[in-house]
């Protein structure tokens, strides 16, 4: 049992590049999400998904696009990298979508957009 | 939306001494989480605690969730437990899981 993969985990990007952040569970979680951790700053939610075939927006989704085709899979798409967007990601999942359930991380990709 | 604060924002330790760290929120919870991110950048679950107390080892939590806020005890810190320490919750008006990040309080045990 792998739980929450990600990959790669570190990645330079041009301005204007485009590139897919991959994010793997094994543990049949229907809800996974994406966040972006800033220096200094606590972890802010960027997408969400509740089951394969839906997808919503978090607190800072613009310029990032997202998909979930499968139940193990949930990857985030940059379609123009911008310098704004250098962060850490991490990928997170949970049994499903009640607020009352445990969350597990993945162990991020540290992202610089030069 | 709901808040979340933490203290303090840094803390030094000698190693073996204990301390208590803690998450304020605005609101009423459903979800609350304790994690350590480690000088490596990894997030390791500590605690689901919406309420109530739960230890592992040298850590405790305590959850008053009438009065919105956790508690977070070491006791005789290692230098393995630097890092960041993270409280998150999840909205009590909210329909999904989202979890809401604290700042996080920065800890450095020293040998």
């Known amino acids: 049992n792998a739980g929450v993969t990600q990959t790669p985990k570190f990645q330079v990007l041009k301005t204007g590049q485009s590139m897919t952040l991959q994010c793997a569970q094994d543990?049949?979680?229907?809800?996974m999400s994406w966040y972006r951790q800033d220096p200094g700053m606590g972890l802010r939610l960027i997408h969400y998904s509740v089951g394969a075939g839906i997808t919503d927006q978090g607190e800072v989704p613009n310029g990032y696009n997202v998909s979930r085709s499968t139940t193990e899979d949930f990857p985030l798409r940059l379609l123009s990298a911008a310098p704004s967007q250098t962060s850490v990601y991490f990928c997170?999942?949970?049994?499903?979508?009640?607020?009352?359930?445990?969350?597990?991380f993945g162990p991020g990709t540290r992202l610089t957009v030069l | 939306g709901i808040q979340v604060e933490q203290s303090p924002p840094d803390l030094i330790l000698q190693e073996g001494a204990n301390s208590t760290l803690r998450c304020n929120f605005s609101?009423?919870?459903?979800?609350l989480q304790w994690f350590h991110q480690n000088p490596w950048g990894q997030l390791i679950n500590l605690f689901y605690i919406p309420s109530g107390t739960k230890q592992n080892g040298r850590l405790s939590a305590t959850t008053v969730a009438t009065e919105r806020y956790s508690l977070l005890y070491i006791s005789s810190s290692q230098t393995t437990d630097s890092g960041v320490y993270f409280c998150?919750?999840?909205?009590?008006?909210?329909?999904?899981?989202?979890?809401?990040f604290g700042k996080g309080t920065k800890l450095s045990v020293k040998p």
């Open positions: 998150a919750v999840s909205d009590y008006g909210g329909s999904q899981g989202n979890l809401i």
């Open positions: 543990m049949n979680h229907e809800y």
């Open positions: 609101d009423s919870v459903n979800n």
């Open positions: 997170a999942s949970s049994y499903d979508s009640s607020p009352y359930n445990e969350q597990f």
